[in-house]
């Protein structure tokens, strides 16, 4: 059974850090794209990023490049998220999908951002 | 704002058919393909349409897609009221190196 477990999600302050955890299993992990999408409670969804099956190729929406950083260990399944620079903005929660736009698309249950003082 | 735009909300009655659309441009839905998802209250969305009309095994044939131009449309027939949901359109977008997504359909089966 395809599995994408998201943790790392918590309270923290404006200016702050946190790195989310998004691990895979029950399919191939490293042989797919990656991405990491929000959501306002009760609003809409928002891509936030995205890492290609070995890390070589990567991207980000305009509103987190320089703050935030894709990354992934196939090793160990596992996709990472760290936001660094954390505005009240950044509330959300995050999910981790595997290829949104193809017949493979899975998405994880996502994990609580909130950033307040 | 989301880069593609759909109606914040639609309804129907139990057994009727309700179409939701998704509008967008030559960037986005003219060039690309589109996927639905659907987002029950509370849980993380589920794809239902790939590649504009496709569907995953396992979604009921009851949903189906469609596009023309840099407009698609996902048609739900004979509405039950677990379809009661929050449903989003998908396509890559040139400009952004990535995915796009509509703001949202919320659907009510009254």
């Known amino acids: 059974e395809v599995q994408l477990v998201e943790s790392g999600g918590g309270l923290v302050q404006p200016g702050g850090s946190l790195r989310l955890s998004c691990a895979a299993s029950g399919f191939t992990f490293s042989a797919y794209w990656m991405h990491w999408v929000r959501q306002i409670p009760g609003k809409g969804l928002v891509w936030v990023a995205r890492?290609?099956?070995?890390?070589?190729?990567?991207s980000y929406a305009d509103s987190v490049q320089g703050r935030f950083t894709i990354s992934r260990d196939n090793a160990k399944s596992t996709l990472y998220l760290q936001m660094n620079s954390l505005r009240a903005e950044d509330t959300a929660v995050y999910y981790c999908?595997?290829?949104?736009?193809?017949?493979?698309?899975?998405w994880g249950q996502g994990t609580l951002v909130t950033v307040s003082s | 704002q989301s880069v593609l735009t759909q109606s914040p909300s639609a309804s129907g009655t139990p057994g009727q058919s309700v179409t939701i659309s998704c509008s967008g441009r030559?960037?986005?839905?003219?060039?690309?393909?589109v996927s639905w998802y659907q987002q029950l209250p509370g849980t993380a969305p589920k794809l239902l349409i790939y590649s504009d009309s496709q569907r995953p095994s396992g979604v009921p044939d009851r949903f189906s897609g469609s596009k023309s131009g840099t407009s698609a449309s996902l048609a739900i027939s004979g509405l039950q009221s677990e379809d009661e949901a929050d449903y989003y359109c998908a396509a890559w977008e040139d400009s952004l190196i990535g995915p796009a997504f509509g703001g949202g359909t919320k659907l009510t089966v009254l």
């Open positions: 030559s960037s986005n839905i003219g060039s690309h393909t």
């Open positions: 999908a595997r290829e949104i736009l193809t017949s493979q698309g899975y």
């Open positions: 890492i290609n099956t070995d890390g070589s190729i990567i």
